[in-house]
């Protein structure tokens, strides 16, 4: 963690300086996506949401034995409207599709998710004329988790992984 | 029974009964689709046969087995009184001159047309429903009739023979670049968006209509029920299926039999060795393979330690749902299903999708370690368990959440097929390990719990003492199991040992032949049931004498036993439907299968 925040820095924004006065706070810009990329990396709040199988295994991860808290990600938000992370957890079938779409977009930027299991990720054992072959074909997936169902280990490995992510951000997280 | 039942048939209808064949114990008879409603209401009504209780309605299409018509409709039933399960196979006449092969009723194109039996076994809507979206089979006079598992633009009835599996290659490449991928991430929707239907019955302009679902934390997974409200008071519950439906029956036929056993454990993902276990068995039955003792022991155990693993879900669940203790529950509970899937760890190396019973054994012996590791879970499971019945058995805020809510009598249950606790909280003790002992559970002491009570409670307690005998029976189980040969010797269909491999000649073309083209069961049909932790799981296979099953079809507890949702819910209050809800436990992989 490196934000400083100090004395102006000249000619840092341009046309903003005109309006920092001598010796009080100045702006840190570079830094400032540190702050809020270190903030928004240490508690990812995933939303409520079960599809199949690795489903069990996100209840599991939640669960007293391997405690997802430790990684600062055990509120789970039952609203999509609280939540920044969409862990797909099992198959999404053509069904289920446009409501999973729905959830996402109705989440608030930013926000981020992880296809869990190789049914979220490609369509896992169930090539069929049901299931979807892989989430990423509707939502932008940060981080893919393998396994039929993936341990929470692993689990918490792709949620490191998206801390990981957060933290190297640009922009603030901005997406075109 | 079966002669006196062909006897009384022929003497009452004598064009009704077309054939009648034995197989492997089922009795299978085949009436004509003229008569199937008088054939029907007299099995079901008459002193003699007493079939109160529809199991399964399933469709077959014979295409590819050259038979006319093209359609049959299967109806599995069960006496409950008489203990006895008896098989009616019904031709449905082709309409029109194509045959209805492409498209369904919607798009003008001819069903094949079936009487429908849901005012003789109300349980038989939602089966029938399922039997008109995936195979295309019309059922005339059905109340509503709706697709339930694809969604309601769908064209075609994917189960049909001329329905290709679908699917599409997938690539795995690492660079992202690679214009294959440009797609990903940006596409808005894989196939177009629809809109469901509701009954007409709905009074959606005098009454609020409330969605619960897909996504609620409430419904166990992605089961949306649209509730008619007056006020707080629940009018009608509509459950609406389907979002997870995977395809497991097309898949099914078209892998090997023994390629299923995996596909078993997501089904019904909370309890997967049972799943396996029914698979097995009913692979079994059709081959008719003799199963060593020290399997069948290692069976019970394995199924026993599994259903007190998807009883704990249950609780642990349920208690988090109605609030009774917001969060101590669950944890108390999936602590003592972590030592289960630890145990299951040790024997296969998954901790949910086990997949370990093959057909004709084990798929592996078991590890040194294994029956220490029982033993010491039931030591401390008993501690748990009694805390579970301090912490909730008198607990206020639980005793009046649950206590006369959702009430389902006997009558409607077994009209409704609902079989598991459900039936036995009815006061209906119905237990396939005690009536129709499969593996060694006739070996064994245990009791089979019911109430009288019907509610959410008596449910409760039913399912406290199932956990209850099931520590009894692993009990004796371990104390009673001999060491053994964890396969079958009948090389046909379990792989011969690997130091005979090289030594005999004989051995390694069994292997071969095994693993290049799987075993090859003879022509039949059985119909086999497991008493899984939710209720009956049933299989029925279609065998065309080659390696991969013809039919396959899935009957999931869960999802019959939802159909009672409406009944239990209807009148009371929608915060109760959360109870009523936990206290089916339903698991929605198997509800859409
Ligand atoms: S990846 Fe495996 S465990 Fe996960 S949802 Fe798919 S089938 Fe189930």
Redesign the interface.
């Known amino acids: 963690m490196g934000v400083a925040v100090g004395a102006p820095q000249q000619g840092a924004l341009g046309g903003a300086q005109a309006h920092a006065k001598d010796g009080s706070a100045g702006y840190a810009l570079a830094k400032l996506e540190e702050l809020v990329n270190w903030g928004r990396a240490n508690s990812v709040w995933p939303l ?6 690795c ?3 996100q ?2 991860a939640a ?3 391997f405690d997802i808290a430790r990684f600062g990600s055990e509120v789970f938000r ?1 609203s ?1 409207r609280q939540a920044d992370l969409l862990i797909v957890s ?2 999404v ?7 999973i ?1 729905r ?1 996402y977009d109705q989440m608030s930027d930013p926000k981020w998710v992880i296809a869990m299991g190789d049914c979220a990720s ?2 896992g ?10 989430v ?6 940060d981080v893919y988790v393998p396994g ?2 993936p ?1 929470p280990e692993a689990l918490f490995y792709a949620i490191d992984k998206l801390r990981e992510k957060i933290k190297a951000e640009e922009k603030l997280g901005v997406r075109e | 029974m079966t002669e006196k039942i062909i006897e009384k048939l022929t003497a009452k209808f004598p064009a009704a009964l077309k054939d009648h064949s034995e197989f492997r114990g089922d009795t299978t008879l085949k009436i004509d689709a003229e008569h199937l409603r008088e054939v029907a209401s007299f099995l079901k009504n008459d002193e003699d046969t007493q079939y109160n209780l529809l199991v399964d309605v399933y469709g077959t299409d014979r295409l590819k087995l050259g038979q006319t018509p093209r359609f049959a409709v299967n109806y599995e039933l069960y006496s409950i009184p008489k203990n006895s399960f008896v098989t009616l196979v019904v031709e449905a006449p082709d309409p029109g001159r194509n045959g209805g092969a492409d498209g369904s009723g919607r798009f003008g194109e001819p069903l094949p047309k079936v009487a429908s039996v849901t005012d003789i076994w109300p349980t038989a809507n939602w089966l029938e429903r399922e039997t008109y979206d995936l195979m295309g089979i019309e059922f005339e006079n059905h109340p509503w009739l709706h697709r339930i ?3 309601d633009n769908w064209v075609g009835h ?1 189960l049909r023979k001329d ?6 290659p ?1 690539y ?1 490449e690492k660079d992202r670049n690679n214009p294959r991928f440009a ?9 177009p ?2 809109e469901t239907e509701l009954p007409e019955e709905m009074d959606t302009n005098g009454h609020m209509v409330l969605n619960l679902g ?4 409430a419904t166990h ?2 089961l949306r029920l649209a509730t008619e409200l007056d006020g707080e008071k629940v009018i009608r519950v509509t459950p609406e299926l ?6 497991f029956e ?2 099914g036929e078209n892998k090997r039999y023994e390629k299923f056993i ?2 078993c ?2 089904m019904d ?2 309890s997967p060795m049972n799943n396996n276990l029914s698979y097995v068995m009913a692979v079994e039955k059709l081959m008719d393979v003799e199963i060593p003792e020290h399997v069948q022991y290692v069976r019970v155990i394995l199924a026993e330690l599994q259903r007190i693993a998807s009883h704990m ?1 249950w609780l642990g669940t349920h208690a988090m749902d109605v609030g009774g203790t917001p969060h101590a529950a ?2 108390y509970c ?2 003592m ?2 030592r289960i899937l630890d145990i299951f760890e040790m024997v296969c190396g998954a ?3 086990t997949s370990y019973f093959s057909v004709g054994g084990l798929r592996w012996p078991l590890p040194g370690a294994f029956m220490d590791a029982v033993r010491a879970f039931l030591k401390e499971f008993a501690g748990y368990y009694h805390d579970y019945h301090v912490m909730l058995t008198k607990n206020p805020l639980w005793l009046s959440r649950l206590k006369g809510i959702g009430i389902l009598k006997a009558e409607e249950a077994i009209a409704l097929g609902i079989t598991g606790p459900l039936l036995r909280a009815a006061g209906v003790p119905l237990d396939l390990r005690k009536v129709r002992p499969y593996c060694v559970y006739d070996q064994f002491d245990f009791d089979v719990p019911t109430s009288t009570d019907a509610d959410s409670y008596a449910r409760y307690t039913v399912r406290m003492e199932e956990l209850h005998q099931s520590m009894r029976i692993i009990e004796q189980a371990i104390n009673q199991i001999k060491p053994g040969p964890y396969r079958t010797a009948d090389r046909k269909v379990a792989l011969p040992p690997r130091q005979e491999i090289s030594t005999s000649m004989e051995s390694l073309i069994h292997h071969f032949k095994l693993v290049t083209e799987g075993y090859l069961p003879p022509v039949g049909q059985i119909y086999s049931i497991g008493e899984n932790p939710k209720g009956w799981l049933g299989f029925g296979l279609i065998s065309d004498g080659t390696a991969k099953p013809y039919r396959l079809r899935v009957r999931g507890p869960s999802f019959v036993n939802l159909q009672a949702t409406n009944t239990m819910a209807r009148g009371g209050f929608i915060s109760d439907l959360i109870t009523i809800i936990g206290s089916i436990d339903i698991v ?2 198997e509800v ?1 299968r």
Do not use: W
Not at chain 2, 163 to 168: A, D, I, V
Not at chain 2, 214 to 217: D, T
């Open positions: 409520t949401f079960g599809l199949a199988c489903a069990i295994e209840i599991s669960a007293s034995r039952a999509p099992g198959r079938s053509n069904k289920m599709a446009p409501v779409k959830i490609c369509g054992p169930f090539n069929n004329y049901a299931i979807v072959q892989g990423d074909k509707m939502l932008p997936v039929c169902p341990r | 598992m694809m969604p994917p329905y290709p599996l679908g699917g599409e997938v795995f797609h990903l991430g940006k596409q808005i929707m894989a196939g968006s629809f897909p996504h609620h934390p997974g992605v389907g979002y997870l439906h995977s395809g097309k898949t995996p596909y454990d997501r993902y909370v879900i669950p944890l999936f602590m299903r972590e901790r949910m999708t929605l992989g859409d």
